[in-house]
């Protein structure tokens, strides 16, 4: 008889969202009239830019004429997205990243669950508390993280990195150390950005202990400060020992499109001296066929002149709701974290309370639905996540709704 594996049966049902669905559900059929507003999305609602609706409609014509028709994408991407991106990604912000070290996939969440199987079962993995749960969730399932403690929702073998308003949710160096470290900036749940001499910092830690840094930029195109960098690759020294991952979906509104990147290093090598680059693009070959020809079409577009102004407009759209919601809050005496760089506001609960009782006091007494701090980790207790991705109209009811509570 065939056996599951048993590394995924260690994994804890996905219970925030599920929970959240649960409750809202329970609150809708006693209260039928009530109009929730929903400040958890961690989904875009505006739709596509303009141009990359043309970009789509004339692939799609090419399909329909032998000459222009397209079959299997290249593994590894069309390079004219690939030199899109190198150029301005990555030359334009004086970043050494060439168009063969960027892999096109289908988004951040598949890649930085898989980019994992690229290293030995034994390596440690290092996480900030609170955090996005794919970064662990995919590594439980790689047999990394030992055993589960449900009591600290912690895993024996994982390296947890306390992330709240003390550091400045930003991580200090772990007393052991790791040979994998994941980081996102502009952070999701916490909305905060690393400085550049915090990411610096970050880089020489990482290139001194031989450990490889998993970043996370989906959220780049929201900074709006000067001192956050936009890829991890401005920092020195990052060649030997960065991955980035970035998205369409945040920025251009790809979420349902479907479209990303990892960017991998030709310098990039373990202890032995291993490339990592050859065994992503040895992983993509066998276990990848491509992002469609239509969507990295799409892709271009998101670089063309129109396409830049089109996504300034909606990311200004969603900031202008965010600083909204952020200033609404900490007039209203609440302190107010996230915001400024990102779409998350993260805020501390008031009293005291717990993220799930705040839950349930804003859905009850608001009619607002958010998603609670401690679900992305222990450190995310007392704090909890609101997000900028609804309408405006919505996020002023919202904060109208929370002041009268
Ligand atoms: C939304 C999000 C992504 C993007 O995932 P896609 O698969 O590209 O849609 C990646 N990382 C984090 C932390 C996110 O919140």
Request: hydrophobic share 35%; charged share 20%; glycine share 8%.
């Amino acid at each position: 008889m065939f056996k599951a594996n048993e590394e995924y049966l260690k994994l804890p049902g996905s219970y925030l969202f599920s929970t959240i669905a649960k409750k809202t559900k329970a609150y809708t059929d006693a209260h039928p009239e009530a109009s929730i507003i929903r400040l958890g999305i961690g989904d875009v609602t505006q739709p596509l830019p303009g141009a990359v609706i043309d970009a789509l409609h004339k692939a799609v014509e090419e399909q329909a004429h032998a000459e222009t028709f397209r079959g299997y994408a290249p593994d590894l991407g069309y390079s004219f997205l690939r030199e899109i991106m190198a150029k301005e990604d990555y030359a334009a912000r004086g970043c050494d990243i060439g168009a063969d070290e960027i892999f096109i996939s289908d988004g951040a969440k598949s890649d930085s669950a898989n980019i994992q199987e690229i290293f030995a079962p034994e390596c440690k993995i290092a996480v900030c508390d609170p955090v996005y749960p794919v970064y662990v969730d995919s590594n439980v399932m790689a047999g990394r993280t030992g055993t589960y403690d449900p009591d600290t929702q912690s895993w024996s073998n994982v390296i947890y990195m306390p992330c709240t308003a003390q550091n400045g949710f930003t991580p200090d160096f772990p007393d052991e150390t790791p040979d994998m470290i994941y980081l996102c900036s502009p952070n999701n749940p916490t909305g905060a950005a690393m400085s550049r001499d915090s990411l610096q910092a970050w880089v020489d830690y990482a290139n001194r202990v031989g450990a490889v840094i998993l970043y996370d930029s989906a959220y780049e195109a929201y900074i709006s400060e000067e001192n956050i960098p936009h890829t991890i690759y401005e920092c020195e020294g990052a060649r030997t020992c960065a991955i980035e991952l970035r998205s369409f979906s945040k920025n251009a509104g790809f979420t349902g499109l479907r479209l990303g990147t990892t960017v991998i290093p030709k310098d990039l090598c373990d202890r032995s001296g291993h490339a990592l680059h050859p065994l992503w693009a040895r992983r993509h070959g066998t276990k990848y066929n491509g992002a469609p020809y239509i969507v990295q079409r799409a892709g271009e577009a998101v670089y063309s002149p129109e396409g830049k102004a089109q996504v300034r407009q909606i990311i200004e759209g969603y900031m202008k709701n965010a600083r909204f919601i952020r200033e609404s809050l900490a007039e209203m005496g609440y302190e107010v974290y996230g915001g400024v760089n990102s779409p998350y506001i993260w805020l501390r609960t008031p009293g005291d309370m717990t993220s799930w009782a705040f839950f349930d006091h804003l859905l009850a007494d608001a009619n607002v639905v958010g998603t609670p701090g401690s679900g992305f980790g222990p450190a995310g207790e007392h704090y909890f996540r609101l997000t900028a991705f609804g309408s405006y109209e919505n996020s002023v009811e919202a904060m109208r709704r929370i002041a009268k509570m």
